[in-house]
């Protein structure tokens, strides 16, 4: 009886992989854009360590926006800063809509826009896209769509969203935005309340973390740094380990969106990883 019950468990749980590897998966593949940068390469051993373990050292920031496409459908993750970004910020110089249109995709072909946070820098062009469907952590959408949003939320974008105008699915673990495994959100958070990250499957780069801010610069992940202006310590150090369990265990490419050293792992636009 025993060995029978082991039998179907294995076919049960081999005949759905079997089956879908049979079919054609869609492609995936992953393109980066420049949504801004610093002005000057910032100290970040005060606001970025609540620990002062940074000494001396510089980091040159910059801003990143990624655009993932699934077969003939289109999830862009993260919008950066606004073409109309000041100091101590230098804004885009090409603004989203006008990357697309230079590989004809239009601002309604984009089926999701998924958002790691509700940070200005990471959510400055997302009112250009208010076909798209929002995906964003449920504690993100509590804090955007609150009477009384908290300080630091880039409330204004979102307005439509928040009116019903435009669809919103907010995420309160993991998502699999396209259904098949290719693409996960993954619940991240620390830096702020709902934060999330982004798991892409290529087929020749493999698997590839999209990190928002659950980490800043590389030596901030390296060393399990904290931020002084995050919101949780203890989460950002169990997302931090989340995302270390993942890198190994599927051999995955981390992109730190903030450090120019990792985003220049990927092509320039209009080049995608595959
Ligand atoms: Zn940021």
Not at 13 to 39: I, K, M, W, Y
Not at 194 to 201: D, E, M, P
Not at 212 to 237: I, K, L, S, W
């Amino acid at each position: 009886m025993k060995r029978t019950l082991t039998i179907l468990a294995a076919g049960a749980s081999l005949f759905p992989g079997f089956a879908a590897s049979a079919q054609t998966a869609p492609e995936v593949s992953l393109a980066r854009f420049d949504c801004g940068t610093s002005q000057v390469p910032t100290v970040v051993n005060q606001r970025f360590s609540d620990t002062y373990a940074y000494g001396d050292l510089k980091i040159q920031f910059v801003f990143s926006c990624y655009l993932i496409k699934h077969g003939d459908e289109y999830l862009l993750w993260d919008t950066g800063l606004p073409p109309t970004a000041v100091a101590p910020n230098v804004a885009p110089k090409v603004s989203l809509v006008d990357y697309l249109a230079k590989i004809d995709v239009k601002p309604e072909q984009i089926k999701y826009v998924g958002i790691s946070h509700y940070h200005g820098d990471h959510t400055g062009q997302v009112a250009s896209f208010p076909k798209s469907t929002l995906l964003i952590g449920a504690r993100e959408w509590d804090a955007i769509s609150s009477p009384k949003p908290p300080e630091g939320v880039n409330v204004k974008p979102f307005e439509s969203w928040i009116k019903g105008e435009n669809k919103v699915e907010p995420q309160a673990t993991d998502k699999d935005v396209f259904g098949d495994g290719s693409v996960i959100m993954l619940r991240t958070p620390g830096h702020t309340p709902g934060h999330s990250s982004l798991l892409v499957k290529l087929a020749q780069m493999g698997p590839v973390i999209l990190s928002g801010d659950m980490a800043h610069f590389r030596e901030n992940y390296d060393t399990d740094g904290v931020p002084t202006f995050n919101f949780d310590r203890a989460q950002t150090v169990a997302s931090i380990e989340r995302i270390k369990g993942i890198v190994k265990n599927q051999t995955a490419t981390l992109i730190i969106q903030h450090d120019a050293r990792d985003v220049e792992k990927l092509p320039v636009f209009p080049a995608f990883a595959k």
